[in-house]
């Protein structure tokens, strides 16, 4: 006989973790599958912030940035080690495009939505601008500080699995899901792990397979409605040198699209890009000219600071297709269910910072199918597990 759960979960990034997490915390035999390993997707090639997302201002997403900072709340609460405050720092220049005024407004608002959490704002004076780890002075015409986030994107999504499985989830690694098909009151699902095919059956089944989302969807019987959607790029490059503990937001000088620069395990964290990207989820990769881009960026705002690239990476967002250049899409995400009682939802885009408002979205839909049971925790006070 084959075993049976309430819930699979299908991938183990930071949503798959996330669902596993609060479906173990309200009692439900949860089994995450996961073909690789542990954030070996999208949630290990982040910019590992945990934060509101300060340009999301200027397409008027409003609610997604005061949930994300809602959500930011909550982590720097429930795993301080993992989440660390950080002074961000945004230098305006003669050539660049955002003014003094529009910066000053946009810190406001964020202030405004963050509830005056994690410090306010303020504009440095001319004299403290030495200060600011050799930061390109010409033409420099004033600096905004401003508080927000930083993590280990992977250390977060390993922590959060550690709590589901502390609650009971059965996590399994190195096994791919290969096909699901409805039956009766849910799905039998097949994964292979080292050759061997394994069948389980659940009453609900989530896709959290982030980019690979759309390919989970079509090993499903009978075909669920899919989401038509783009993969967009983005990279990374890391090189030598040090920041000290400070974070940079900076216009890039080709195109004016915010970049950031930050301190990473004592090197120079620079992205991210944005590129439609059509192929193997699995196989991308950071391009040259990805590359050049950010080098030209970190060399314009910190001379002194080496550009030969340490570590590149590449990871994909998943956005739904709307109208507009990709800068200006939508990062909410969306949940995509099979029927009005789901039994199937799959997961398309989303933040790291709002994995947990997420899964806690998933669950209150899947609350409609599943049995009722006593939550054991709230995800909102547990105190993540550090290794
Ligand atoms: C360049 C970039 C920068 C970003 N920066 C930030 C940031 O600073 N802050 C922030 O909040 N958000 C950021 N994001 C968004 C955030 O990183 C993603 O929303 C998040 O990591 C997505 O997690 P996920 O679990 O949905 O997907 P993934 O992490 O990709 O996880 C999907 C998992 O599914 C597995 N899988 C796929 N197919 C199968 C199968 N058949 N069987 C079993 N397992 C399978 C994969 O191996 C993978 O581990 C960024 C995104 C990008 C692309």
Redesign the pocket.
């Known amino acids: 006989m084959s075993a049976s759960y309430d819930v699979v979960v299908?991938?183990?990034?930071?949503?798959?973790?996330?669902v596993a997490q609060a479906a173990a915390v309200r009692g439900y035999r949860t089994l995450l599958?996961?073909?690789?390993?542990?954030?070996?997707?999208?949630?290990?090639?982040?910019?590992?912030?945990?934060?509101g997302?300060l340009r999301y201002l200027e397409s008027g997403r409003i609610r997604l940035v005061r949930e994300?900072l809602r959500e930011r709340e909550i982590l720097l609460r429930i795993a301080p080690e993992l989440v660390v405050r950080q002074d961000f720092f945004i230098p305006l220049y003669a050539s660049s495009r955002r003014t003094a005024g529009h910066v000053h407004a946009g810190l406001w608002l964020y202030r405004l939505l963050a509830g005056g959490s994690v410090g306010g704002f303020e504009r440095i004076p001319a004299r403290e601008w030495e200060r600011l780890d050799g930061l390109e002075t010409a033409g420099l015409k004033a600096v905004f500080r401003y508080g927000d986030a930083q993590?280990d994107?992977v250390a977060l999504?390993h922590a959060v699995a550690r709590s589901a499985a502390e609650f009971g989830a059965e996590i399994r690694v190195g096994?791919?899901?290969?096909g699901a098909e409805r039956v009766g009151e849910g799905y039998e699902v097949r994964?292979v792990r080292e050759g061997v095919v394994a069948t389980c059956e659940t009453r609900a089944l989530v896709n959290?397979?982030?980019?690979?989302?759309a390919?989970?969807l079509s090993?499903v019987l009978p075909g669920p409605p899919r989401l038509p959607h783009d993969l967009?790029?983005?990279?990374?490059i890391i090189t030598e040198g040090a920041l000290g503990k400070s974070c940079y937001y900076v216009e890039a000088p080709s195109d004016h699209r915010g970049v950031?620069i930050l301190p990473w395990r004592g090197r120079v964290l620079t992205?991210?890009?944005?590129r439609l990207y059509v192929g193997d989820?699995?196989l991308v990769a950071p391009t040259p000219e990805e590359i050049t881009y950010l080098q030209v960026t970190l060399a314009a705002y910190f001379p002194g600071l080496s550009t030969v690239v340490a570590e590149s990476f590449?990871?994909?967002?998943?956005l739904p297709k709307s109208q507009g250049d990709l800068n200006g899409r939508s990062?909410e995400?969306v949940l995509l269910a099979d029927a009005p009682r789901p039994r199937l939802i799959s997961?398309f885009?989303?933040?790291?910072?709002?994995?947990r408002r997420t899964a806690e979205q998933v669950m209150e839909r899947l609350g409609l199918v599943l049995p009722a049971r006593v939550p054991r925790a709230d995800t909102s006070r547990l105190r993540l597990p550090m290794g």
């Open positions: 299908i991938g183990g990034g930071i949503q798959g973790a996330g599958l996961e073909q690789q390993t542990l954030a070996a997707g999208t949630s290990s090639r982040s910019t590992k912030l945990v934060h997302g994300s993590t994107d999504t096994t791919r899901f290969v994964s959290a397979t982030g980019p690979w989302a390919q989970t090993r967009v790029a983005g990279t990374h950031f992205g991210t890009t944005e989820p699995g590449a990871g994909l967002r998943v990062r995400v997961i885009g989303g933040k790291l910072t709002g994995y």
